[in-house]
């Protein structure tokens, strides 16, 4: 039994890593790409989020409780793996390491992320172009801004490989090793954008 409640407990953590949080992660870098064109065009954007109807029941049920067991779930599994990449230092090894990794550092950077912005918009700031320039004034926070997002877009595109193996999809070595050249283009598009967007507040 015991086994079998981990086994569907995996299986749901990668699903909730996909969808929805995986897709909001994409949809959130979207949105705030528009930064790249000028002040104005990030503020529409983040106002159109933030008036969409039944914002609050979507932000908890769609983003923050599915977040709250992948984190939780992802936690158990980074401490209780064993990682082997000194003994058994093959590629999939390595990123098994990396994915646990940048799970750990993506929950900090999120945890603080939403205290910066959801947190203090409660408190009645406005989360607009200025709070982000304001954020991204430190050179210190460029750089844990740069590590914390590239560390989540990685932790997303490298658990899109572990989703299609996990849910049966991609089972022959080849089709694995096409996902991990997809996986990886993933990343290195969504890394691009991250980065962009980043530097427009600077």
Do not use: C
């Not at 407990?9 to 995986?22: F, K, M, T």
């Not at 598009?189 to 980065?195: F, G, P, Y």
Request: charged share 10%; net charge positive; aromatic share 18%.
């Amino acid at each position: 039994m015991a086994g079998s409640r981990d086994f569907i407990n995996r299986r749901i953590h990668s699903l909730l890593g996909v969808i929805p949080i995986g897709l909001f992660l994409v949809q959130h870098l979207v949105v705030n790409h528009f930064a790249t064109r000028d002040a104005e065009a990030f503020n529409k954007a983040a106002h159109f989020m933030e008036s969409l109807p039944f914002r609050i029941f979507l932000e908890t049920f769609v983003i923050y409780l599915p977040l709250l067991f992948h984190a939780v779930f992802g936690l158990y599994i980074t401490f209780q793996a064993k990682n082997n990449v000194s003994r058994y230092g093959y590629f999939r090894n390595a990123m098994f390491l990396v994915q646990r990794v940048t799970g750990v550092i993506t929950l900090i950077f999120i945890a603080w992320h939403v205290w910066e912005t959801r947190v203090q918009a409660a408190f009645g700031q406005e989360v607009n172009f200025d709070m982000m320039a304001d954020i991204l004034s430190s050179p210190f926070m460029v750089a844990f801004y740069l590590v914390g997002v590239l560390s989540a877009v990685f932790h997303f595109a490298n658990g899109l490989w572990s989703f299609f193996v996990s849910w049966g999809l991609t089972v022959s070595p080849r089709s694995q090793k096409i996902t991990t050249y997809v996986t990886m283009a993933v990343f290195v598009a969504l890394a691009i954008v991250s980065v962009r967007t980043i530097f427009a507040f600077i």
